[in-house]
């Protein structure tokens, strides 16, 4: 997925075409057919920090989101009611305990790749603090040693203690944790929905189940990461209008329905859910809570996100405490706000 501010530069350069007037023809009847979410995905909002005029510059062809996976018939083994899954933190850790009691390995997930830690632990943030709080933590109002930030942090702590984490997680890249819980070595996965194709081919006979990461704070929302295939078009293309029509035609009911049954995605025309089977529906049921750091005005400094995953990493293997990573990620957080402030002076007057 093209990072925010990539997508930016390819607008501003004019290679983009603004797809706005067209969603919102006939009373936003294109519109309309999307989950907000995929379309928030090549949504340039008012306040967007790039000066990008505010517009949809893409269109969703598919989508998916990351959520828990649990093997049915393993947690049945550790003493767990398989007929409800744990929705609260309590009972997450809980069932690590039963896990560990019984001798089968807990958690598995992709850590080795910064980004999935970073994916549990934004669920968790937005869970907490809300995306406000989130938000302005990013714009610097907000310093990552706050009280909520070091209990996101600490969530971390409490998985590796509870015996939640299989041994290796965050050397792990996501295609082993995929073999390892499709072949009953692990009785939960941390994953996106296109484990459904992937789990298929591995175990065809595997049973489990799709839920969203239990609640910290039951009084919010737990949302997920969202993500999605998208298609632009060419601003300076000759046949740029053909290929409006061309994405009109392939995101109607009828073609998105096709696609979705034939490649197990979830489509991202709401109405074809209906016409889905299986565990796909399961992922399809979260997508009115999908959310991805691309939705905010404004993208954290690489090297603080940097900093925030490899902490976590360094929690997990107990090698620093949460209130140690929250100090080092907030030392960051001001290094580069230092050096943003620097180049924005030299910039200006550069420009003089």
Known sequence: MMEMKEFASLIKAGHVTDLTPYMEENNGAWKSTFYKSGLAMNTFRE?????????????????????????????????????RLPSTWGEFIALGGMLKRAGIPGLVSGWGEPWMIHCLADNFAWNIMGREKVLATIKGEVPYTDPSWKQVFSLFAQMRDSGLLSGGIVTMINKEAEQTFANERAAIAFNGSWCVNIYASMNPELRYAVAPPPKVNPERPMEIWGGATNLVVNDRSPVKEEAVKFLKWLTQYKQQCYLAKETHNIPSNSSCASALEGPITQFVSGMDNAVHPRFFPVE??????????????????????PGEVAEKVQQTKLEETKKAKRFKVLREKGTK
């Open 47 to 83: 306040d967007n920090q790039y000066g990008v005029k505010p517009g949809i510059y893409g269109v969703p062809i598919d989508l998916n989101n990351v959520q828990f996976i649990y093997n049915l018939e393993l947690l049945k083994k550790a003493g767990w009611d398989t007929s």
């Open 300 to 321: 954290e400094f690489p090297l603080v996100t940097e900093a925030f995953d490899k902490g976590i990493q360094s929690i997990i293997i107990g090698e620093a405490t």
